[in-house]
C-alpha cells in the first residue's frame, strides 16, 4: 500500500527536557522516526524545548523550532508551517498529551492536519485507568481488581474492601509518578495524595497489588493491515512493585516456558489489536510465579523507554517502523533494514542474551530514600 | 564434568561438556540442523519430525525452565543430540520437575554444551545440512570419519510412527489422523474442538481407514524426505477423493506430491517460531512455527491440481496449498504451535466447518 501520498510535510513532536522516565531514549527514537520519513520522501518539521539532543542538530530534520511544548506554541508552528500531519507518538507521555489536547480541542481538524500513528479514542483507551479496564474485560483480558478514584476518601473505602496492599496509579502521568504502594491506611493517605495531585485529571486508579508477581514486558507492533509481530519480550528479574525503570531486565525472558510466552504473547497481540494501534506499544504483566495466571497492569500506546531496550537487544529499530507505519506502509512491505532482502514482518530471535541494569542517582541525592517501589528513581541504564 | 566431542562431516571438531546420556563406546550420527526458537526445548526435542537429527539450539541458554510432565509433543523422543551453548543444572518454573540433561539422560539422548553455536550455526547456513557424529571425547579424528561415512537410513517415518490404530473417543466429528510421526499438539486440537480421532500408522490402507467411516483425515508431520514413502500416494489420492483434508508439514508434502507437484531439499530448512507466512487471499502475515527439511517445489504448482494460498514472505516458499476442486488444503509450518506463535489455530477450525459443510 503507497504511502499516504497527500503528506507531504509532516511535524514530530519531540520529549523535551530529559526527565526521569522520559530520557534520552526518546531522543534515540525520535531521531530514528525523523530519518525514516525523510527516506520517505517526506518533509519533516520538528518541534524540541530541548536543544540538546541530536533529533535538534540542523542534519536530522528539515526544520526545527526549539520552542516550548505547550498547545500555544504548537498552533503556531501549525499555522506558520502547514503540516499535512502530526507524528506525536516518539516523545514520550508529554507529546501524546499535547496531540490528544490538539485532537480533542478540534484544532487538528480546523487546521487540516492529519493526527498520525495513533488515535485519540486509542490513548484514551490505553490511559485513561477506566476506559482501559472495561476494554480488558470486554476483550476477556485479566486486570487486577481495580477502582477508579478521584478522592482519598474513595480510594481508602475501596482499600478496606479488598484489603491491604494496594497499589496507586495515578492517570497520564510517566514514570509512576506520585504512585506507589500503600501497605496500611497512614501510607494509603500519603500516596494516595500524592497520586491524586500528580495526574494531570485528577484520577488515580487504586489496585489490588499483585506485588512480588514475575514482572514481563511484551513490545508489540501493528500495521493498518492488522498484522503484528512481538519485537521482543523482557522479564524484570525484579517484581512487580519495583518499576521497570528500576528494574534490572532481560530479553528475552528467562524463567517463562513456551506456554507462559506464547500465553501471553498471544494475550499481547490481543491487546494491541483491540486498540487498534498503528505503530509500537508496550504491555506490562504480571505473572504469577506459581499458576499460569496473569493480569494485564500497563500498556503504552506509543514507543516508550522499553522499545528503546527492545531495539538495541534485538536491533529491530522499533522507531523507524512504527513512523513508517504511521504514513500507511505495511509491515509486509517495510524493508528490513539489517538483513535489506527480507521485511520487517518477523519476530527477532535472538541467540544472545541481554541485561539492562539500572543506574541511580543516589551518589548525588545522599539523603534520598533508596527504597525502590513503583516510582522510578533511576537516571540512567547500562546494557550488555 | 564429562566430555563429548561433536564432530562434522565437513572434518570440523567441537569438544564440549557432555549433558546427556553417556556414550562411552560407541556413538551417535545424524543430520546436523539448527533452531532459532528461544523457548519450548521440551516441545523440540520431543517432535518426533526430528528423527535422526542433531538440533542446535541458537539461543545460548536452553533449559532455563526444566522440564515437566505436561509439554511433551511425544514420549519417545528420536533425535539423535542435542547441541547447546550453555545448559544451567537446575531450571526455575512453577512446573519444574527435574532439569533438561536429566531428560536427556532418561531419554537416552546425548548432548553437548559449551560450543560456539553461533558459528556452528554460520557454518550449516553455508554449507547446507550436512552429517555430524556425536563421539566420546577420545575418539580419533580416523574413526569419527568412519562414523561419519554411514549412511543415515530412510526409514524414519516408519520408525516413529504407530504400529497399531489407536481410537480417542470424542463426542463429534470423527477424524483419522495419519501417524507420520505426529505431534501431541495436532491430536489435542482436534480433541479440543470435540473431534473423535482414530490415529492410524503411516501406511493404513484405504480399506482400514474407510472401515473407520471417517468425516475427514488429517495428515501429521514427520521425519525424513516425503519421497521415502511414495506408496502412500495413492491411498492420499482415493482419500481426498471422499474425505474433506487437512494436511501438516510431511502431511502437506505427501499431499502436494499426490497431485502432480513436486517437492525439493532445502539448504539448511526452516527451523523456528518466527516465519512469516502470507495468506494470499487475506492479504494478512501470520508469524509460524517450523521445523521442515524439505518443501514445495513453487514452479510445479502450476502443473498440479492445487494452488499456492499461502507463502513465506522471507523467501517465497510454500506454506499454503488448496485442491483447486476437493475440499483439501495444507500448510507446510505448525498451527499446532507447540512451541510457537499460536497465530494459525484458526485453520483447524477452518478445517471443522469443512466437514460441517
Not at chain 1, 271 to 282: A, F, Q, T
Not at chain 1, 302 to 324: D, E, F, H, N
Not at chain 2, 104 to 133: H, Q, S, W, Y
Amino acid at each position: 500500500m503507497p504511502v499516504h501520498s497527500h503528506l507531504k510535510k509532516v511535524l514530530v513532536i519531540g520529549s523535551g527536557p530529559i526527565v526521569i522516565g522520559q530520557a534520552a531514549e526518546f531522543d534515540y527514537s525520535g531521531t530514528q522516526a525523523v530519518k525514516s520519513l525523510i527516506e520517505e520522501g517526506i518533509e519533516v518539521v520538528l518541534v524540541n524545548s530541548n536543544p540538546a539532543t541530536i533529533m535538534t542538530d540542523k542534519e536530522t530534520a528539515h526544520k526545527v523550532y526549539i520552542e516550548p511544548l505547550t498547545k500555544e506554541f504548537l498552533l503556531k508552528i501549525i499555522h506558520k508551517e502547514k503540516p499535512d500531519g502530526l507524528l506525536p507518538t516518539l516523545g514520550g507521555q508529554t507529546a501524546l498529551n499535547l496531540a490528544v489536547k490538539l485532537e480533542e480541542e478540534g484544532h487538528l481538524r480546523r487546521l487540516g492536519v492529519q493526527l498520525l500513528g495513533c488515535r485519540v479514542d486509542t490513548i484514551q483507551k490505553a490511559e485513561d485507568r477506566k476506559l482501559f479496564k472495561n476494554l480488558m474485560i470486554e476483550i476477556g483480558e485479566p486486570v487486577p481488581e481495580s477502582r477508579i478514584v478521584n478522592e482519598l476518601s474513595e480510594a481508602l473505602e475501596f482499600a478496606e474492601e479488598i484489603g491491604y496492599p494496594v497499589i496507586v496509579r495515578p492517570a497520564f502521568t510517566l514514570g509512576g509518578t506520585g504512585g506507589g504502594i500503600a501497605k496500611n491506611r497512614d501510607e494509603l493517605i500519603i500516596v494516595g495524595n500524592s497520586g491524586l495531585a500528580a495526574s494531570p485529571i485528577q484520577q488515580c486508579l487504586i489496585e489490588r497489588s499483585i506485588a512480588g508477581y514475575k514482572e514481563i514486558e511484551y513490545e508489540v507492533i501493528r500495521d493498518s493491515h492488522d498484522n503484528c509481530i512481538i519485537v521482543c519480550n523482557m522479564e524484570n528479574i525484579d517484581p512487580v512493585g519495583i518499576h521497570t525503570g528500576d528494574s534490572i531486565v532481560l530479553a528475552p525472558s528467562q524463567t517463562l516456558s513456551d506456554k507462559e510466552y506464547q500465553l501471553l504473547r498471544t494475550s499481547a497481540l490481543k491487546i494491541i489489536r483491540s486498540l487498534k494501534i498503528e505503530g509500537g506499544c508496550n504491555v506490562q504483566y504480571a505473572l504469577d510465579p506459581n499458576s499460569f495466571n496473569y493480569y494485564v497492569i500497563e500498556v503504552n500506546p506509543r514507543v516508550s523507554r522499553s522499545s528503546a531496550l527492545a531495539s538495541k537487544a534485538t536491533g529491530y529499530p522499533i522507531a523507524k517502523i512504527a513512523a513508517k507505519i504511521a504514513i500507511g506502509k505495511t509491515l509486509d512491505e517495510i524493508i528490513n533494514p539489517v538483513t535489506k532482502k527480507t521485511y520487517a514482518c518477523f519476530e527477532p530471535a535472538l541467540d544472545y542474551v541481554v541485561c539492562k541494569i539500572p543506574r541511580w542517582p543516589f551518589d548525588k541525592f545522599i539523603k534520598a530514600n533508596r527504597r525502590l517501589g513503583t516510582q522510578m528513581k533511576a537516571t540512567g541504564e547500562v546494557m550488555a | 564434568m564429562k566430555r563429548i566431542k561433536l564432530v562434522l562431516e565437513n572434518g570440523d571438531e567441537y569438544s564440549g561438556e557432555s549433558i546427556g546420556v553417556d556414550i562411552d563406546h560407541s556413538y551417535s550420527l545424524g543430520e546436523l540442523v539448527f533452531n532459532t526458537s528461544m523457548t519450548g526445548y521440551q516441545e523440540i526435542l520431543s517432535d518426533p519430525s526430528y528423527c535422526d537429527q542433531m538440533v542446535v539450539m541458537t539461543y545460548p541458554l536452553i533449559g532455563n525452565y526444566g522440564v515437566n510432565k505436561d509439554d511433551f509433543e511425544s514420549l519417545t523422543p528420536a533425535l539423535k543430540g542435542l547441541i547447546v551453548r550453555e545448559c544451567p543444572a537446575e531450571g526455575s518454573n512453577w512446573r519444574n520437575e527435574y532439569s533438561l540433561r536429566e531428560l536427556l539422560k532418561r531419554f537416552k539422548i546425548p548432548g553437548i554444551a559449551g560450543v560456539d553455536t553461533r558459528e556452528l550455526t554460520k557454518k550449516i547456513r553455508n554449507n547446507g545440512v550436512m552429517k555430524a557424529a556425536l563421539v566420546p571425547e577420545n575418539f580419533n579424528s580416523q574413526n569419527a570419519q568412519a562414523v561419519l561415512s554411514k549412511v543415515i537410513g530412510t526409514d524414519q517415518i516408519s520408525r516413529v510412527s504407530t504400529k497399531n490404530p489407536i481410537h480417542f473417543p470424542g463426542s463429534g466429528k470423527r477424524v483419522i489422523l495419519i501417524d507420520f510421526g505426529y505431534k501431541k499438539n495436532i491430536l489435542r486440537s482436534l480433541l479440543v474442538r470435540g473431534c473423535d480421532v482414530v490415529v492410524v500408522p503411516w501406511n493404513a490402507s484405504l480399506e482400514l481407514i474407510q472401515s473407520y467411516r471417517p468425516e475427514g483425515i488429517v495428515m501429521s508431520n514427520g521425519p525424513g524426505n516425503p519421497k521415502d514413502v511414495v506408496e502412500v500416494l495413492p491411498v492420499i489420492r482415493e482419500l481426498q477423493k471422499r474425505y474433506p483434508m487437512f494436511s501438516i508439514c510431511m502431511g502437506h508434502q505427501l499431499f502436494a506430491l499426490a497431485n502432480g507437484a513436486d517437492t525439493e531439499k532445502l539448504k539448511f530448512g526452516h527451523r523456528g517460531g518466527n516465519h512469516p507466512v502470507k495468506d494470499l487471499r487475506l492479504g494478512k502475515v501470520f508469524m509460524s512455527s517450523q521445523n521442515h527439511g524439505y518443501a514445495v517445489t513453487s514452479n510445479s504448482i502450476q502443473n498440479s491440481e492445487l494452488e499456492i494460498t499461502q507463502i513465506n514472505i522471507n523467501d517465497n516458499t510454500v506454506e499454503g496449498l488448496r485442491h483447486k476442486s476437493l475440499p483439501a488444503f495444507s500448510v507446510q509450518y505448525h498451527p499446532e504451535a507447540c512451541p510457537g506463535p499460536e497465530d494459525t489455530g484458526w485453520l483447524f477450525d477452518d478445517f471443522l466447518k469443512t466437514i460441517r459443510n
